[in-house]
């Protein structure tokens, strides 16, 4: 339903009764001459890396992996927008992100497309550090030298990115950010702290709920995503082709309405899908994986 009412896409839902890797790629390789893309949901991390790597790389039709891409896009279309409220430059900032699963490693992976370098990862048990031995390949791309906890990493960061889990940060945590925070709570349906404890501390809050300003919603990603890719009849996706879908979704919101609650166009604005759209096509003819 959305994908038809947002971007006048056919599209139905697959449900598979397996968790295996090799047995989810070899019925979606088995299913493909039917799609003009697969769009893959609810797959967990590490499982769902390995999938989407595989089925990109087997077929040639856009592999989507909703979870980690649609959530990384329009969070780092926020970003984009939050940073120009604040008067500070994507590759200055230090950024924490809680929660390392498929959100997290996603979101992390684009921002340093869009070169954002000050990273740390944080998941239940603190900060992704080199001395960890619980770490899989993707946690371990992004450790860093000194361990701690969440409070530890947020110590004088700019941006706090949640993904994770309800009440998991403070306000104390908040005011030991760097000047100007930006907090994007964004735990379903109770989020990592909720906005109205800290409306005088941090300069923009977002959350992944609808009743609270600043929505971070997919929706605003996934469905002009697809109309772009399937014009152009992309043969994959790239990472350079989300972060244009980022630049697009962010340069919506002009100058004289983004504000603190405005970060972020509404999901209901019909310009979002074409706009998207029209950017991944130019993304896609530069990186020579479109077919018309």
Request: with cysteine.
């Amino acid at each position: 339903m959305l994908f038809k009412q947002f971007a006048d896409i056919d599209a139905f839902p697959i449900c598979l009764a397996t968790q295996d890797v090799e047995e989810i790629i070899k019925t979606v390789k088995n299913m493909a001459p039917v799609f003009g893309g697969v769009n893959l949901e609810d797959i967990a991390a590490p499982r769902c890396f390995e999938i989407e790597k595989r089925l990109q790389e087997e077929l040639d039709i856009p592999i989507f992996h909703d979870d980690q891409h649609g959530t990384a896009i329009v969070t780092t279309a926020a970003l984009i927008n939050a940073l120009k409220l604040v008067r500070k430059e994507i590759d200055r900032i230090r950024v924490v992100i809680n929660g390392a699963g498929a959100a997290g490693v996603a979101i992390a992976r684009l921002l340093n497309k869009a070169n954002c370098t000050h990273i740390t990862l944080c998941d239940s048990k603190g900060i992704i550090s080199v001395d960890r031995t619980d770490l899989n390949a993707e946690k371990q791309s992004f450790a860093v030298e000194k361990g701690g906890s969440l409070a530890d990493a947020l110590v004088e960061a700019d941006v706090f990115i949640g993904v994770s889990a309800p009440k998991v940060v403070t306000p104390e945590m908040v005011k030991s950010m760097a000047k100007d925070p930006i907090v994007f709570a964004m735990a379903n349906p109770i989020p990592e702290i909720q906005p109205e404890l800290i409306q005088d501390i941090a300069a923009v809050v977002a959350t992944g709920r609808s009743d609270y300003p600043n929505q971070i919603n997919n929706v605003l990603a996934f469905p002009g995503l697809f109309r772009g890719a399937l014009d152009c009849r992309a043969t994959s996706l790239t990472t350079e082709m989300y972060l244009q879908a980022a630049r697009a979704i962010a340069s919506l919101v002009s100058p004289n309405v983004l504000d603190r609650e405005h970060i972020i166009p509404s999901v209901f604005d019909n310009r979002v899908a074409t706009t998207v759209s029209a950017a991944v096509q130019q993304a896609a003819r530069e990186a020579g994986v479109a077919r018309v």
